[in-house]
């Protein structure tokens, strides 16, 4: 069974940063950052390949977000800077494992002045 544990979400004002982390149980391949607000559906965020550091962002986020990883502790981060009341959201780590995906339990980020 694999396992992911995040945290880092919270209340942030307009302009500030959180950093998120997600902590897998296996090495994979990939993991990646999606996101998901309340009555829209869920929505990729940015990717990374765990071996080479590759990584994608979906174009909402690109110059804000920085998506990183820790190899040796199977963690995947995501740096939100510059946050915007739209970036509100439950945040989820994914991976695929042996052809299935498995998500975290999300975290909550709520931008509000």
């Known amino acids: 069974q694999v396992q992911l544990v995040e945290s880092g979400g919270g209340l942030v004002q307009p302009g500030g940063s959180l950093r998120l982390s997600c902590a897998a149980s296996v090495v994979t391949a990939t993991m990646s950052w999606w996101r998901q607000a309340p009555g829209k559906e869920r929505e990729y965020v940015a990717i990374?390949?765990?071996?080479?550091?590759?990584?994608r962002y979906a174009d909402s986020v690109k110059g804000r977000f920085i998506i990183s990883r820790d190899g040796a502790e199977n963690t995947v981060y995501l740096q939100m800077n510059s946050l915007k009341p739209e970036d509100t959201a439950a945040y989820y780590c994914k991976v695929a494992v042996g052809g299935r995906v498995y998500w975290g339990q999300g975290t909550q980020v709520t931008v509000s002045s």
């Open positions: 990374i390949t765990t071996a080479s550091g590759f990584t």
